[in-house]
């Protein structure tokens, strides 16, 4: 009776254990949902990255390189990004970035102007490392340091944003023509899907299956990169764009972007011709 009776109670601990472990299971499961949904991001395209843009912070100010400055620090172009100031506490800081350095490049890309990198800055996703070279006195370091969301007390950046007509996505890393740069030791670009009719980019030749693999002479390797610098363009501002067709025709394009108006009024003639038809 005695072995009976401690049987029992093995089930019955056995069952309680298994329905614990299947309630720690669904808890662990709706956590997981729940995460998801909370840190769930929509596709980066440019409504995505417009809501994005200016969020991102390194806690630094910076100004224009005098030849002055390019000299001290022996570089070959008067260019750059002279800091002025870093913000106590910022990622800057904690990134060893200290004022009166010159930061010379960010995440692998050419930095000409201030404005070019307060613009890669503000393209930043807020919590991704971001790397810069940057010159101190006669020699180059490189920081990392990972953006933090832009405070509150911080007036908030506006920007109008430039049109070019064109739906683009991060290439495929192994379509033919991201091979193809591969065999010759370049790296990659930005594909075009689809091209608006009569927008800046068809009136320039953008086409269909196009890889843009720089603007204004920078390279383009990423979605964010391109944004990054399409959004610091201004409407009526002709830019440069070096594209690849197919696996063997290259070719410079320039394109005068237009504004946020001239997309509605094309959207608007497409939207009236298609209920006309």
Not at 153 to 179: C, H, M, N, R, W
């Amino acid at each position: 009776m005695k072995k009976k009776w401690l049987s029992i109670v093995t089930i019955i601990s056995l069952a309680f254990n298994v329905v614990a472990v299947l309630l720690l299971l669904q808890d662990s499961a709706t956590q997981d949902e729940h995460g998801t949904k909370t840190t769930e991001q929509l596709p980066l395209n440019y409504e995505t990255f417009k809501v994005e843009w200016g969020k991102a912070w390194l806690g630094l100010e910076v100004s224009d390189v005098t030849p002055e400055m390019a000299a001290k620090a022996q570089l070959d172009r008067v260019e750059g990004a002279y800091v002025n100031n870093v913000a106590a506490g910022s990622p800057a800081m904690k990134a060893d970035i200290d004022p009166g350095d010159i930061v010379i490049s960010f995440n692998g890309r050419k930095i000409r102007t201030p404005q070019q990198f307060q613009n890669d800055i503000a393209g930043s996703k807020i919590g991704s490392e971001v790397y810069m070279c940057v010159a101190k006195d006669d020699y180059r370091v490189t920081a990392y340091a990972v953006p933090e969301e832009r405070p509150s007390d911080l007036p908030v950046l506006i920007k109008t944003y430039p049109f070019l007509g064109a739906t683009v996505s991060d290439a495929a890393f192994d379509s033919d023509q991201i091979e193809k740069l591969e065999e010759e030791g370049k790296s990659g670009g930005v594909l075009v899907e689809r091209v608006i009719p009569n927008s800046p980019a068809d009136k320039a030749g953008l086409q269909d299956g196009d890889l843009i693999m720089s603007f204004n002479s920078r390279k383009t390797t990423t979605l964010r990169e391109f944004l990054s610098d399409l959004s610091g363009a201004q409407a009526g501002e002709t830019v440069r764009m070096c594209i690849m067709r197919g696996e063997n025709y290259r070719k410079t394009i320039y394109v005068m972007l237009g504004s946020e108006a001239m997309r509605d009024v094309i959207v608007m003639l497409r939207t009236e011709l298609k209920f006309k038809s």
